[in-house]
Nanobody, 123 residues
Framework: LVELVESGGGSVQAGGSLRLSCLFS????????MGWFRQVPGKEREGVAG????????YHADAVKGRVTISQDNSKNTLYLEMSSLKPEDTAMYYC????????????????WGQGTQVTVSS
C-alpha cells in the first residue's frame, strides 16, 4: 500500500514560481518510480516528470523541460516538483503518482495516485 498526499498548489501570475510537495508512505518496492502528472478538463492526464527513486534519475516531458525540477527528500518522505517561468498553459490539476518499472511518466504504468492539487497561472 502506498499513500500520496499533494500540497503546495495555488494561484500564481505568469512568470512566477511554485513548489509542489507530495508526502508519501509505503514500501519502496512499490514505488521504484514516482512522478507528477497534470490534467485539465477535457484532456487526458499527461506526464510532467518522473524520478527513479533508487538513484534519482529524472525524466521530463518536453513541454516543461528547463522549467521544472523533480526531486525527492527521503528523510522527509517527500517528493517535490519545483516549477518556474510558469505559463497560463501550465494551469491544471497536478497529481503525484507512484509505480514500478520504467520511470518516464506514462499514466498507463501508474499504480497509485494522490488526490491532486490545483495550480492556476494567470496572465
Amino acid at each position: 500500500l502506498v499513500e500520496l498526499v499533494e500540497s503546495g498548489g495555488g494561484s500564481v501570475q505568469a512568470g512566477g514560481s511554485l513548489r509542489l510537495s507530495c508526502l508519501f508512505s509505503g514500501s519502496t518496492q512499490l514505488r521504484t518510480c514516482m512522478g507528477w502528472f497534470r490534467q485539465v478538463p477535457g484532456k487526458e492526464r499527461e506526464g510532467v516528470a518522473g524520478i527513479k527513486t533508487g538513484d534519482g534519475s529524472t525524466y521530463h516531458a518536453d513541454a516543461v523541460k528547463g522549467r521544472v525540477t523533480i526531486s525527492q527528500d527521503n528523510s522527509k518522505n517527500t517528493l517535490y516538483l519545483e516549477m518556474s517561468s510558469l505559463k497560463p498553459e501550465d494551469t491544471a490539476m497536478y497529481y503525484c503518482a507512484a509505480w514500478i518499472g520504467y520511470c518516464y511518466p506514462n499514466r498507463a504504468f501508474v499504480s497509485y495516485w494522490g488526490q491532486g492539487t490545483q495550480v492556476t497561472v494567470s496572465s
